[in-house]
């Protein structure tokens, strides 16, 4: 939702790509069916700080947006903009009629934005961005002709605003309402300590005011999105002063889809130093995963480092080692990355992951070597199952 607008790309291309989607997925299932064992191994630069972990993920949002129908649209739908110049997008959104899914590519004509004091029809050519998105939809209408965006007059100021289709709009349409209140100095923090959370464990989050604005958090909540949309609310979190702490056993029965992200969508109103409510919402990508084997280091010798797995589900898994040694200073410093890629019956299993010897030599690193970070992977399902640290000599 960042971005308002995307690259546009000839049909052909598009084309293109369908088909090379459609040649990747039919390759990871042949890989995913495979038996065979692969390594492999790579330098890496050693002059960046490198490390197999999860750091979690942050995001900072001045955006809010909300559905809306045309009923409302005709109406007035209001909004608040804390700072001047917001852009906004209004996109139609699609719907089902006798259970088939009708793509609705309509925006309401003579639509009008109103500051309280003056009304403006939004093809007034001081919404500057009216008229690039016209071009664009006219030049790329399977691109741009489902959305239509407008940009705040610096004129018109800051505060409550109202966009009204004036009767324009069918009633029974649903449209996407995005606000970027870009000059704005108030922004909602999300944090989680984690990109990916097991079915079996607990999500956690922590959202808070943030910005070079002072504001209060006065109400926030939080909503989990598979990614074939199942909704799930996410209860039970605490408010103490302006931060907000979420722990919530992660109880889903959407199925995982390998390779696509779950959404965690970040609801708030916070106030700003006049009392004005100000939304925003920060969304997060997540993995949401089933916990089909865990891993733990078993031990190392000069080539290899050893894996104690416990499957619980047959597949194909990957482990990933990077490899420190020591530079003329005496620093640990990054030398080389590890894989093997193997099928794995249930039970308790090994896996071996060959450190190539040769190649950990030419990388100008000395010894002792060491493992220093591994990361397990579930190769076929395309989830990260986890992550070890430590210091394992290659010895």
Not at 195 to 205: D, M, N, P
Not at 305 to 311: F, G, H, Q, R
Not at 343 to 372: C, F, H, K, N
């Amino acid at each position: 939702m960042k971005n308002l607008q995307t690259k546009a790309i000839p049909l052909f291309f598009a084309m293109a790509a369908t088909a090379m989607v459609a040649t990747m997925a039919s390759a990871q299932q042949i890989l995913n069916d495979s038996r065979e064992r692969v390594s492999f191994s790579q330098l890496v630069e050693q002059g960046k700080e490198q490390q197999l972990a999860d750091s979690g993920a942050r995001e900072q949002s001045r955006a809010f947006y909300r559905k809306v129908t045309g009923a409302e649209l005709n109406r007035g739908a209001e909004f608040f903009v804390d700072g001047k110049q917001a852009v906004i997008q209004v996109s139609p959104l699609d719907r089902t009629s006798n259970g088939r899914r009708v793509v609705d590519t309509d925006i309401p004509r003579g639509m009008t934005l109103s500051n309280g004091t003056e009304r403006r029809p939004v093809s007034d050519d001081s919404i500057a961005l009216h008229r690039k998105s016209e071009g664009l939809r006219q030049e790329f209408p399977g691109f741009y002709g489902r959305a239509h965006v407008m940009k705040v007059p610096e004129d018109m100021g800051r505060g409550r605003f109202t966009l009204k289709a004036n009767g324009n709009a069918s009633a029974n349409a649903e449209y996407i309402l995005y606000v970027l209140d870009k000059r704005s100095d108030i922004e909602l923090a999300v944090e989680t300590p984690s990109k990916r959370f097991s079915r079996s464990g607990t999500l956690a989050l922590e959202a808070k005011a943030a910005g070079q604005a002072s504001a209060s958090l006065e109400s926030v909540s939080a909503t989990l999105i598979a990614p074939r949309g199942d909704r799930y609310e996410l209860g039970g979190g605490q408010r103490s002063g302006n931060r907000y702490t979420l722990d919530w056993p992660v109880n889903v029965d959407a199925p995982s889809v390998p390779g696509e992200l779950w959404r965690i969508e970040v609801r708030s109103t916070l106030r700003n130093a006049r009392n004005e409510p100000v939304e925003r919402v920060a969304v997060i990508a997540a993995d949401i995963f089933t916990e089909t084997a865990s891993a733990t280091v078993g031990g190392s010798d000069a080539q290899s480092l050893t894996l104690s797995v416990d499957v619980q589900e047959a597949g194909r898994y990957e482990a990933r080692a990077l490899v420190f040694g020591v530079d003329s200073d005496g620093e640990y410093r990054p030398a080389m990355l590890a894989y093997q890629a193997e099928w794995l019956d249930a039970g308790a299993r090994e896996m071996t992951v060959p450190i190539d010897t040769a190649r950990l030599a030419a990388s100008g690193l000395q010894a002792p070597y060491q493992v220093r970070s591994v990361q397990f992977l579930d190769q076929g399902r395309m989830s990260v199952l986890g992550y070890m640290q430590g210091s394992w000599e290659l010895k």
